[in-house]
C-alpha cells in the first residue's frame, strides 16, 4: 500500500491565481481530511469528509474547497491565492473502526 | 467550540530523563486525545492516544494520563533518548475522531 500519496510536493502561486492539491489514498478508508500547519499554531482543520459525497468544513475553510467523488480521493481546490495560504498542507485518511490518522507527506504552498 | 493549549513551547531534557508535556481542553464534551510526534521534515504520527473512559494508558516508555475532572492530558516519555527529539502535538476531537483540535506543539530536545 502507497498509503495517503499528496501531490505536487510543493509549489509556488502568484496572488489571485488558482489550483488544487491531490490527495490520494489507497486504504479503503472512510474519513478523509486536510489540515494546514503554520510555525507556531500546530494543524488546523480545513474541511474533512466522512464518506464519498459527503463533506463538511473544518476550523479554517474560507478560500478553500473540497469534493469527495470517489472513497479514494479527496481534492483541495484554492480558489483565489492569498499569501495568507502560504503554508504546509497535509491530507489525511481515518479508518472508521480508529481515531488514526494517516497522514501524507505534505504539500509546501507559497503564496506570492 | 474546541481550544487546546498546550504546553511547554519547548523542552530540552537530557539522555535517560523524563519529559513531561502538559495539554488542557476546553469543551467537556470531548473524549478521544490523541497524541502525534512529528520529526522534522516528515508527517506527524500518532504515537500513542486515550479515551475518555480510561484514566491512563502505557505503551513502553510513553504513557498519557487523563484528567476529565479537571480538563487535562498528559504526555510522559521516560529514559528519553536523542531519537526522541521531535515536536509533540496533543489533540483533542470536538465530535467525532475524524474532527480534531490541536495543541500548538512542543519541540523536545534530547541531549547525548
Known amino acids: 500500500n502507497a498509503g495517503v500519496t499528496q501531490t505536487p510536493k510543493f509549489q509556488v502561486l502568484k496572488t489571485g491565481q488558482s489550483m488544487t492539491l491531490q490527495c490520494a489514498q489507497d486504504?479503503?478508508?472512510?474519513?478523509m481530511s486536510w489540515y494546514r500547519q503554520d510555525p507556531g499554531m500546530g494543524l488546523r482543520l480545513i474541511h474533512y469528509?466522512?464518506?464519498?459525497?459527503?463533506?463538511d468544513q473544518g476550523e479554517v475553510p474560507n478560500g478553500y474547497n473540497v469534493s469527495r467523488s470517489t472513497t479514494e480521493d479527496f481534492p483541495l481546490r484554492l480558489l483565489s491565492a492569498a499569501p495568507s495560504q502560504t503554508s504546509v498542507y497535509f491530507c489525511?485518511?481515518?479508518?472508521?473502526?480508529?481515531?488514526?490518522?494517516?497522514f501524507g507527506e505534505g504539500s509546501r504552498l507559497t503564496v506570492l | 467550540g474546541e481550544n487546546v493549549e498546550q504546553h511547554p513551547s519547548t523542552l530540552s531534557v537530557q539522555e535517560g530523563d523524563s519529559a513531561v508535556i502538559k495539554c488542557t481542553y476546553s469543551?467537556?464534551?470531548?473524549?478521544?486525545f490523541p497524541w502525534y510526534k512529528q520529526e522534522l521534515g516528515k508527517r506527524p504520527q500518532l504515537i500513542i492516544d486515550?479515551?475518555?473512559?480510561?484514566g491512563e494508558k502505557k505503551d513502553q516508555r510513553i504513557a498519557v494520563t487523563l484528567n476529565k475532572t479537571a480538563k487535562h492530558f498528559s504526555l510522559h516519555i521516560t529514559e528519553t533518548q536523542p531519537e526522541d527529539s521531535a515536536v509533540y502535538f496533543c489533540a483533542a476531537s470536538m465530535g467525532g475522531f475524524q474532527k480534531l483540535v490541536f495543541g500548538t506543539g512542543t519541540r523536545l530536545l534530547v541531549s547525548p
Open positions: 486504504m479503503n478508508h472512510e474519513y
Open positions: 469543551d467537556s464534551a470531548s473524549n478521544y
Open positions: 486515550i479515551r475518555s473512559n480510561v
Open positions: 489525511a485518511s481515518t479508518p472508521g473502526s480508529t481515531g488514526e490518522l494517516f
Open positions: 469528509s466522512v464518506g464519498a459525497g459527503i463533506t
